[in-house]
């Protein structure tokens, strides 16, 4: 079976200052693994994905996530915060193509970012 | 349409009413999948279809829920004799290459 686990509910940061939102998985096989951002009253938006090849991948809005295997890892991050990144964010992970393409997602981390 | 929509927006029900959400996907898009998002929680995947096929169904939570999508496009998700632990937003998605999401549906009942 498959799992998401993101570290910390509510992270907090400055303007300026750099992201960190934690996600680690457990999977039996490779698994493809995404980051979708929530803004209140609206849907989730894929920011970025894993599937296979480089395993740093950039996404938008300046965001990344880097792919460790070893530590089943697919934590995300920014350099510099905006006010704009406050949001709701979720990790998920899914199985390569299959009959069900379901998403399978974390708790959720909501990001402050003060001025 | 540009995205997936979904209406109503909002919808308040008395414990024991039933009620039917709607989903429009993004045309051309075969699967489309509903998930349900409790507050605080990250969204559950519910059932998944195939164009009119119903390939999944293994996350619906009760026989009283229950989800059609006759003509491979829109999609409705029906829950019957509504209770209090249905509150949560139901949010659909459609898959091209990944999956987009609708705003969602936030149930309320009471």
């Known amino acids: 079976a498959q799992s998401v686990t993101q570290l910390g509910s509510h992270v907090s940061v400055s303007e300026g200052a750099l992201v960190l939102l934690r996600c680690n998985y457990s999977?039996?096989?490779?698994?493809?693994l995404f980051w979708y951002v929530q803004y209140p009253n609206q849907g989730l938006q894929l920011l970025l994905k894993?599937?296979?090849?480089?395993?740093l991948v950039k996404g938008i809005n300046g965001f990344e996530a880097e792919f460790k295997k070893s530590e089943t890892s697919f934590h995300l991050t920014k350099p510099s915060a905006h006010m704009s990144d406050a949001a709701e964010y979720f990790c998920a992970v899914r199985t390569p193509p299959s009959q069900t393409d379901k998403l399978i997602f974390g708790t959720g981390t909501r990001l402050q970012v003060f001025p | 349409g540009a995205g997936v929509s979904q209406s109503p927006r909002y919808k308040v029900a008395k414990r024991g009413q039933d009620v039917a959400l709607r989903c429009d996907p993004i045309s051309g898009h075969v699967s489309l999948f509903w998930y349900q998002q409790a507050l605080g929680q990250g969204p559950e995947f519910l059932t998944y279809?195939?164009?009119?096929?119903?390939?999944?169904k293994s996350g619906l939570p009760s026989d009283r829920f229950f989800a059609e999508r006759p003509e491979g496009s829109v999609s409705t998700l029906k829950i019957q004799r509504t209770q209090q632990e249905d509150s949560a937003v139901y949010l659909c998605?459609?898959?091209?290459?990944?999956?987009?999401f609708g705003p969602g549906t936030r149930l309320t009942v009471l």
């Open positions: 894993y599937t296979t090849g480089a395993t």
């Open positions: 279809f195939q164009n009119e096929a119903q390939l999944d």
């Open positions: 999977s039996s096989v490779p698994p493809y």
């Open positions: 998605a459609s898959k091209g290459n990944e999956q987009f």
